[in-house]
């Protein structure tokens, strides 16, 4: 599943890849979110501070200043880190041994990211963001279980990440091969058939060839966003405004990530 569709969304510039969170969508509830008992770490007062300075190691300098703590701020932050990696002025953030020496007692990542495993688009890189900033969930296709949702609940609810990006991307060999499957009835060996029986439903059919392929990117973004703003436990935060989650794709032609409606 590893074939480039050579189609390419045509867009417009946009001045800003993301554009502020979304209101929350209504939808059955399928599932009860997991929740995990891995509390500790973010009770820890040491390394680098959700919403505060954080208290650096004896002896180290200061660690970072406040994270991004809400929705809007965490896109923000994500928008300048990709339009940083566009024009090749990454800044590596976060490397330092100082850094790695406070990040050994605690975390704060300001988003989580839900992305494909696609070699091409690191969500750290393509975000121009270091250690501790994201947590970062990759699956073929975003395809959504039961781990990837107790993860993405563990950041949100555990850790009080304010953003989730669903982040999609131009030549998505996962969302090919689900369409192509489709064609073709065939049956894909070794579980690859389980990533497309879920990618399946977001197929759209109102295009043709490459551009169905490239249209069903967008379309597979979308799903797996409803899908996680119907978990309960993240469609009360979102209606609170403590949470977004926002859908994305990155295109590898300009390294633009732009935002999904």
């Avoid at 975000?127 to 563990?154: H, N």
């Avoid at 973004?221 to 935060?237: G, H, T, W």
Wanted: neutral net charge; charged residues 20%; contains cysteine.
């Amino acid at each position: 599943m590893n074939t480039d569709s050579t189609a390419h969304r045509g867009a417009g510039r946009e001045p800003h890849p993301f554009a502020g969170p979304r209101p929350t969508t209504g939808g059955t509830v399928r599932r009860t979110l997991l929740r995990t008992a891995l509390t500790g770490a973010a009770a820890l007062g040491a390394g680098l501070g959700a919403t505060r300075p954080a208290t650096a190691a004896p002896g180290a300098p200061h660690a970072p200043g406040p994270r991004p703590s809400t929705p809007a701020e965490a896109l923000e932050e994500l928008a300048a880190g990709n339009r940083r990696w566009r024009a090749c002025r990454e800044r590596h953030p976060h490397e330092t041994p100082e850094i790695r020496r406070a990040l050994a007692t605690a975390q704060h990542p300001f988003a989580v990211v839900l992305g494909c495993i696609d070699s091409r688009v690191p969500p750290e890189l393509v975000f121009d963001q270091g250690l501790g900033d994201l947590m970062t969930v990759r699956t073929a296709g975003e395809v959504l279980d039961e781990a990837v949702l107790g993860s993405v609940a563990f950041g949100v609810l555990e850790l009080g990440i304010p953003l989730v990006v669903v982040l999609g991307h131009q030549s998505c060999g996962a969302v090919r091969a689900a369409v192509e499957a489709e064609q073709s009835g065939s049956h894909l060996p070794a579980h690859m058939q389980y990533l497309v029986d879920r990618i399946s439903p977001a197929i759209d059919h109102s295009q043709e060839g490459d551009a169905r392929i490239d249209a069903t990117v967008d379309a597979n973004v979308r799903l797996v966003r409803s899908e996680l703003e119907a978990e309960p436990d993240l469609a009360a935060r979102i209606t609170t405004g403590k949470l977004a989650i926002v859908g994305a794709r990155y295109e590898l032609t300009d390294q633009t990530v732009r935002r999904v409606r």
